[in-house]
């Protein structure tokens, strides 16, 4: 699985949505040959979102799409612009990672499914055995397929690093930003209160 393991992208942990992309957590998944498709584990899950808090982010259970856990930013008492954009933009960018996702898991699935029914039928076999149990291609017969896969979207995965590098640095630019201001206004009022104190 050197081929597989070589397309899995690893972000850099001073990004501060820093994590493991999900569509390589979703290849070690699948890269079982005796591993069942994601969409046959069906879950019950809550679709009812909190309000944002004023204290605390809010993190979800992982999607079944994109395989991310969604996050609602806190919304903290007296916001500024500077901190109401940088909230925007990271839940902007929630979503955007999330939409990207779904979409490339849902392809992966498809194709992935595709390729073992097409495998199987060139050996004159059909999806499930006499007992009914699916089954499965060996090790390096699906590793055909992932590099294939990884190939294929080589041009769409770069694009999408480009972005999404691009869109932490801003992030962590704003979030700089927002930390020397709060930074500031700690010394001032600091010094506010220092000053101001009566003396004997």
């Not at 969409?39 to 309000?51: E, F, G, M, T």
């Not at 999607?63 to 109401?84: A, C, D, H, M």
């Not at 006499?130 to 499965?136: F, I, P, S, V």
Request: net charge positive.
């Amino acid at each position: 699985m050197v081929s597989v393991a070589a397309g899995c992208f690893r972000r850099s942990l001073i990004c501060p949505l820093a994590y493991q992309t999900p569509w390589c957590a979703h290849i070690r998944r699948c890269s079982s040959s005796n591993s069942a498709p994601q969409h046959d584990k069906k879950q019950k899950r809550s679709r009812v979102k909190p309000a944002a808090s004023p204290t605390h982010d809010w993190i979800g259970p992982p999607n079944q799409l994109s395989n991310l856990r969604p996050i609602i930013y806190r919304t903290p008492e007296n916001e500024t612009e500077l901190e109401k954009r940088l909230r925007h933009l990271r839940q902007e960018t929630e979503d955007w990672n999330h939409t990207f996702w779904a979409k490339q898991n849902i392809t992966f699935s498809k194709e992935k499914q595709a390729f073992i029914i097409s495998q199987l039928q060139s050996k004159g076999l059909s999806l499930r055995d006499e007992q009914g149990h699916r089954r499965a291609l060996s090790s390096e017969e699906m590793a055909s397929f992932y590099k294939a896969f990884l190939d294929k979207n080589r041009t769409r995965h770069a694009n999408y690093n480009k972005e999404w590098y691009r869109r932490n640095l801003t992030i962590t630019f704003l979030m700089a930003r927002v930390s020397l201001w709060n930074m500031w206004k700690r010394l001032a009022n600091k010094y506010n209160t220092r000053n101001n104190t009566p003396t004997a």
